[in-house]
């Protein structure tokens, strides 16, 4: 698999820190690896690709992804098999998305060759801190920032590209309940709400305050010129199965293009479910809940796959899900799991195989 020629140089750590590394208690997303990938953007082009130790990096106050924001992420995820084969699951979609990113936010694309490459060479050295057994996987972080000094409004021209492996358990415990947006936006008409860009969720932090001491987790955000149709939340999209149809927003420049959110799409419509890839309205989810033909919601995304949604609260009142004996979001979940940790057949080729050297 590993065809590329990027010549990346590699710098190993003495000492591993892996043996200190209690795999039962860690926190999503705090627990980093020995190595990680550093490249450079200067002078138009990307530069010096190399895998150093982890620790920190010396950055100028005034480098303008301080000020501005300008920058862009990835989440992926590597899984191990119960053979310790190491695998990703679709890859080549994560590193097609954060270009599109990249491109919305004025930053320089990051070449394949050299993303791919990257990806081999750390999960190579790292792969003992891939934890067989489902439910445990290495999160991937991809991600560029605006690293030029200067506090002048426009684009940098320099940026660091960075990956960083972070071993995790299951993101969420339990089901979900979530809000329905009612006055703030995550996104607009035109905006940047289908790109990663990292402005996108500190905007969303205050909003899910105040929808977390009302005792909701999560917001499902609506269009923003009306608050009238349902498209997604924060971090996940979401599915509403009504009776047996399942319904998910369409994507547009507001709606992030999940993978996950595909994928399910295509498990579905290969079960023969009817999948209707349309714009809801509250009101007939409302509707729905009050006569009994709302069954699921779930959201989808890398870091939970399948999360389930116990109940919905919108103008003051909640509405609480029925657990379903033919649940889609187990179904789901199950079906995704096992291709991402080879334990089934992988119809679609999402599977990635990491060469074991
Ligand atoms: C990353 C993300 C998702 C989920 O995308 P996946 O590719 O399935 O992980 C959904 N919504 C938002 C806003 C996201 O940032």
Known sequence: MNTSTANISVTKVTNSRLAEVDFDNLTFGSTFTDHMFVCDFKDGAWHNPAIVPYGPLTISPAAKVFHYGQAVFEGMKAYKDDNGEVFLFRPEQNFERINKSSKRMAIPEFPRDIFFEALHKLLDLDKGWVQSGVGNSLYIRPFAMATQVGVSASPSDEYKFIILLSPVKAYYTGDVRVTIAQKYSRSADGGVGAAK????????????????????????????????????????NVFFRINDTLITAPTSDRILDGITRKSVISLAERAGIDVDVRRLAVSELVDAANNGSLKEIFGSGTAAVISPVSAFGYNDKVYDLQKQDDSYATKFKQQLMDIQYNRSEDPFGWRYPIAND
Do not use: C, I
């Not at 990292?198 to 105040?210: D, R």
């Open 197 to 236: 860009a990292a402005g996108n969720y500190g905007a969303q932090f205050y909003p899910t305050n105040l929808a977390r001491e009302k005792g909701f987790q999560q917001v499902v955000w609506t269009d923003s010129n009306e608050h009238k149709y349902l498209e997604e939340a924060g971090t996940m």
